[in-house]
C-alpha cells in the first residue's frame, strides 16, 4: 500500500481489520485514534483506545473533556507510517482498535469512578491492554484500580509537572491534584519503584515515589533519565500516565494547569523512547485542553505521545 490508495481508500475506522497503516487522505473520513476499526468487539485484539470525556476536577481552565476528540483528529496525520526510530510497526503488527469512549452520566459525578474502572476492567478481562485518551488526570486512579486487581501492585511511570500526591484521605473526592496519594495509599501502586519526571512544582511529601525533576532532565540528558527511570521500575509491572503540562507551554499551551520549565517535546520523545523494555500493561494521555489552544499543537503532542505508548506496549507485546 501507499500514498496512491488514498484515491480508494476511505473510512477505515469503519472499513479495516484492526492491522495495517492507513493511507486516506488526512483530512477525510471517519475519524478514530490512528485511524483504527471502531468496535466494542475485543476478541484477539491487542491494545483498545479509549477516550474518557472527563474534566470535573480542574485547577484553572476546563476542556479537557474536549481531549480525546482532538487527540484522535490529530492522530489521523500519523497511521501513513511507522513510528520513526522504533525499527517496527505496532500498527502492522498488532490488532490495535478504537473502543470508543466511556459512557457516563455527566451529573452523576459520584458514580463516574467506578463506571470507569468497571470499563478498563472488561478491556483487561478480555486480554487486551488499554491506552487512556483523557480527560483531566483524574481518570488515572479509577484506571490504576483495574490494573492494580488484574497485575497487583503497579509501579508508575508518571510524566507531569506536578506530583499530584497531596494529601487526601477523602477518598470519595474526585481531585486531579491527590489521585497518587490515594493510588499509594491504597496500595494500587509500590512508591519505591514508581518515578515522576518533569516534576517542577512544591509538595511536602511526596510518599517515596521517585523524582526526575524538569530541571535534572534538562541537565542530565534524556538517555540518562529513561536509564534511570528503567533501573526503578525493573522488570515490574508498570503503568505510564503523561499529563501534557510535562511540556513546556510553549509546546503544549493547550492545557489547564500550564507551568513554565518544562520538558521539549523532543526529550519527551527521546526519553519514551528509550523505556523500550519495560513490561507496560497500559498507559494514558492527560489534560490536552484545546480550547486554549487554536494552532492544535498540544493534541497534536498528546496523539504523538500516544503513539509512543502504543510502540512501548507493542514491545512489552513482542517479549511475551
Not at 515522576?196 to 533519565?225: C, F, K, M, S, Y
Request: proline share 5%.
Amino acid at each position: 500500500m501507499a500514498l496512491e490508495d488514498a484515491k480508494h481508500q476511505i473510512d477505515v475506522a469503519f472499513t479495516g481489520s484492526g492491522r495495517g497503516l492507513a493511507y486516506e487522505n488526512a483530512f477525510g473520513g471517519a475519524l478514530s485514534a490512528f485511524r483504527r476499526r471502531y468496535t466494542k468487539n475485543l476478541t484477539g485484539v491487542d491494545l483498545a483506545i479509549t477516550g474518557v470525556p472527563f474534566d470535573q476536577a480542574v485547577t484553572n481552565r476546563p476542556g479537557t473533556r474536549l481531549g480525546p476528540r482532538a487527540i484522535r483528529e490529530a492522530s489521523s496525520l500519523q497511521p501513513f507510517d511507522a513510528p520513526y526510530g522504533w525499527g517496527y510497526s505496532p500498527l502492522d503488527e498488532f490488532n490495535i482498535v478504537d473502543y470508543g469512549d466511556l459512557a457516563f452520566d455527566y451529573a452523576m459525578v459520584s458514580e463516574f469512578p467506578e463506571r470507569l474502572t468497571d470499563h478498563i476492567r472488561g478491556i483487561l478481562a478480555a486480554g487486551a491492554g488499554s491506552l487512556v485518551l483523557g480527560g483531566d488526570h483524574y481518570i488515572s486512579y479509577p484506571i490504576l484500580k483495574a490494573h492494580a486487581e488484574k497485575f497487583g501492585p503497579i509501579s508508575l511511570i508518571h510524566f507531569d509537572a506536578h506530583s499530584d500526591t497531596w494529601q487526601d484521605d477523602d477518598l470519595t473526592r474526585i481531585d486531579h491534584g491527590t489521585m497518587f496519594y490515594k493510588a499509594v495509599k491504597t496500595g494500587l501502586i509500590d512508591p519505591k519503584t514508581s518515578v515522576q519526571i518533569g516534576i517542577r512544582t512544591d509538595n511536602p511529601d511526596t510518599l517515596g515515589v521517585n523524582i526526575i525533576d524538569a530541571r535534572t532532565v534538562h541537565e542530565r540528558g534524556a538517555a540518562w533519565v529513561a536509564s534511570e527511570v528503567k533501573k526503578i521500575v525493573g522488570d515490574r509491572n508498570c503503568y505510564l500516565t503523561f499529563d501534557i503540562d510535562c511540556l513546556d507551554p510553549a509546546f503544549a499551551p493547550g492545557t489547564g494547569t500550564p507551568v513554565w520549565g518544562g520538558l521539549a517535546s523532543w526529550q519527551a520523545a527521546a526519553i519514551l523512547r528509550d523505556l523500550a523494555g519495560v513490561n507496560l500493561t497500559g498507559g494514558d494521555v492527560v489534560e490536552v485542553s484545546p480550547p486554549y489552544d487554536t494552532t492544535g499543537a498540544t493534541a497534536v503532542a498528546g496523539a504523538h505521545v500516544a503513539m509512543e505508548i502504543i510502540a512501548l506496549y507493542g514491545w512489552t507485546r513482542r517479549k511475551e
